[in-house]
T-cell receptor, first 113, second 113 residues
Framework: DSGVTQTPKHLITATGQRVTLRCSPRSGDLSVYWYQQSLDQGLQFLIQYYNGEERAKGNILERFSAQQFPDLHSELNLSSLELGDSALYFC????????????FGQGTRLTVV | GESVGLHLPTLSVQEGDNSIINCAYSNSASDYFIWYKQESGKGPQFIIDIRSNMDKRQGQRVTVLLNKTVKHLSLQIAATQPGDSAVYFCAENADQAGTALIFGKGTTLSVSS
């Protein structure tokens, strides 16, 4: 168990809908990262938050947004969903801002039908 | 786009053999590299990391080699076991802030007994 908790584990929704994925980082970790993993693809970095502030941005679509709350949990919002958004979404956390080992959650499997 | 890639998508070995998984990176500014193992249905798990001021780092049954001249990273697994079967990803801190891990597509290691 990495200590990173993601909910829900599975999510099925229709095209055009909006969903929210939730992540609780390891105790004491201030950085949260979001990744998308499509079938047969690697992990695409979406966005990083550190202590409530956006720190780094990757290949995140404009339809997607994220935030980190004062209690350090994070949410990834996906809107106007398309079939191609079906993927595993992983959250990871690390203690600080510097490049270091990140601990991953078990992921949320999103299926858009 | 991604700056980390792997040479081979799959690698099959016999139990007890040594495995070598390779990775090429293109961002010469990256100074932190890491290997993760992902088993089916799980989030990535840390294996070993290395900073750019080192050429080699050893862990338990694993060794990471870094060749900055040719921008090449490798993971060596000694006495490979069936439990080592998984997808292996290399990653580097190639984002602009130098804090987020950018992953390659992964190599699937299959170990037969």
């Amino acid at each position: 168990d990495s200590g990173v908790t993601q909910t829900p584990k599975h999510l099925i929704t229709a095209t055009g809908q909006r969903v929210t994925l939730r992540c609780s980082p390891r105790s004491g970790d201030l950085s949260v990262y979001w990744y998308q993993q499509s079938l047969d693809q690697g992990l695409q970095f979406l966005i990083q938050y550190y202590n409530g502030e956006e720190r780094a941005k990757g290949n995140i679509l404009e339809r997607f947004s994220a935030q980190q709350f004062p209690d350090l949990h994070s949410e990834l919002n996906l809107s106007s969903l398309e079939l191609g958004d079906s993927a595993l979404y992983f959250c990871a956390s690390s203690p600080g801002t510097g490049a270091t080992e990140a601990f991953f959650g078990q992921g949320t499997r999103l299926t858009v039908v | 786009g991604e700056s980390v890639g792997l040479h081979l998508p799959t690698l099959s070995v016999q139990e007890g053999d040594n495995s070598i998984i390779n990775c090429a990176y293109s961002n010469s500014a990256s100074d932190y590299f890491i290997w993760y193992k992902q088993e089916s249905g799980k989030g990535p798990q840390f294996i070993i990391d290395i900073r750019s001021n080192m050429d080699k780092r050893q862990g338990q049954r694993v060794t990471v080699l870094l060749n900055k001249t040719v921008k090449h990273l490798s993971l060596q697994i000694a006495a490979t076991q069936p439990g080592d079967s998984a997808v292996y990803f290399c990653a580097e801190n190639a984002d602009q802030a130098g804090t987020a891990l950018i992953f390659g597509k992964g190599t699937t290691l299959s170990v037969s007994s």
